[in-house]
């Protein structure tokens, strides 16, 4: 199944959102809470003192990636738009993808399949935070390993980028879900990305498709406009 996604618009109201971010973080913050009051009781095991105090961690760990990834979504533009070298800029991108992908036995493949550099305007940072977002997804849908191909080119409708994976895939429910905000399927998930990863795309007038079915992996599609040197 295939589906174009532009829900940003329907959650530009910040402070509605950020009513529901409060909501969030208080949930995992009230974990870690009641954990670290577990851990005031006398006579505990050193492991359940391990276990009280490893659930409270990721608690906390869990309220701050909300909090990263609504600031993400919600602050002001401070650079300014430029010249973005395409195929550079994922080059650069790549290495910081690496430590996750040698963990997940993730092999990465590149294809810049215009010889030209190619490129859009835009604010590099958002662009990376943009393709970074949308790789971690990649990455994680494949927790056995699998293969991550990135491909770029140029022709007369724009600049496309495609980032493909062999992971799980997604059923055609929660392809119509995925962007809305908190909207997770993992266990660690703020469901925070691809909000911010829309409103990102939005900002630099491109746009962002899936392509899904479950057990057969995902390819998300990027089109933007071409800036012609
Ligand atoms: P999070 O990664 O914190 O769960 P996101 O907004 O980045 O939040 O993604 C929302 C959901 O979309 C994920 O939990 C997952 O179910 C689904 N998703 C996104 N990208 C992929 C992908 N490449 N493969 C499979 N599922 C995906
Ligand atoms: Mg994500």
């Given at each position: 199944m295939r589906e174009e996604l532009f829900r940003a618009e329907k959650y530009q109201v910040i402070g509605q959102l950020a009513a529901s971010i409060s909501h969030e973080i208080r949930n995992p913050l009230t974990t870690a809470q009641g954990f670290l009051q577990l851990m005031n009781r006398d006579n505990l095991t050193p492991a359940q003192l391990e276990t009280y105090r490893n659930y409270a961690i990721s608690g906390i760990e869990q309220a701050n990636s909300i909090i990263t990834d609504y600031l993400n979504y919600a602050k002001p533009a401070v650079e300014l738009a430029r010249p973005i070298h395409i195929q550079e800029e994922i080059d650069g991108i790549i290495p910081m993808m690496s430590p996750l992908c040698v963990i997940s036995k993730i092999e990465v493949v590149i294809k810049h399949l215009s010889k030209q550099p190619i490129y859009v305007m835009g604010e590099a940072k958002k662009f990376q935070q943009c393709l970074l977002n949308i790789m971690k997804n990649a990455v994680e849908s494949m927790p056995d390993g699998g293969v991550m191909t990135v491909t770029t080119w140029s022709d007369n409708e724009g600049v496309h980028i495609h980032v493909k994976d062999t992971g799980v895939g997604m059923s055609d429910y929660q392809i119509k879900r995925i962007g809305m905000p908190f909207y997770?399927?993992?266990?660690?998930?703020?469901?925070?990305?691809?909000?911010?990863?829309i409103?990102?795309?939005?900002?630099?007038?491109?746009?962002?498709?899936?392509?899904?079915?479950?057990?057969?992996?995902?390819?998300?599609?990027?089109?933007?406009?071409?800036?012609l040197l």
């Open positions: 997770t399927t993992k266990e660690k998930g703020t469901g925070l990305g691809l909000m911010v990863v409103s990102l795309v939005k900002a630099m007038n491109g746009t962002i498709s899936y392509y899904s079915r479950p057990d057969e992996g995902t390819t998300c599609v990027l089109k933007f406009k071409q800036l």
